[in-house]
């Protein structure tokens, strides 16, 4: 990770599909052209139903950045 991350951020849009008080908050380095995150401890007890497909973790992402899908 080259941005900061913020683990207790208020939510910019509480009304939308996550409705939590708080979320993660992720600021990238605008020097950076990519950025890559990664999740410690996830807590994971079986990671074969993962590399199965049985069981999946989601990552919602809000952004007020323009993009082009690719």
């Given at each position: 990770?080259t941005?900061?991350?913020?683990?207790?951020?208020?939510?910019?849009?509480?009304?939308?599909?996550?409705?939590?008080?708080?979320?993660?908050?992720?600021?990238?380095?605008?020097?950076?052209?990519?950025?890559v995150?990664?999740?410690?401890?996830?807590?994971?007890?079986?990671?074969?139903?993962?590399?199965?497909?049985?069981?999946?973790?989601?990552?919602?992402?809000?952004?007020?950045?323009?993009?082009?899908?690719?």
């Open positions: 990770m941005g900061t991350l913020t683990q207790a951020a208020n939510n910019p849009a509480a009304t939308a599909g996550n409705t939590s008080a708080k979320v993660g908050q992720y600021v990238r380095n605008a020097s950076e052209q990519y950025d995150l990664y999740v410690r401890n996830l807590g994971i007890r079986n990671a074969n139903d993962f590399v199965a497909g049985r069981r999946k973790v989601f990552v919602d992402v809000y952004s007020t950045a323009r993009w082009a899908a690719r």
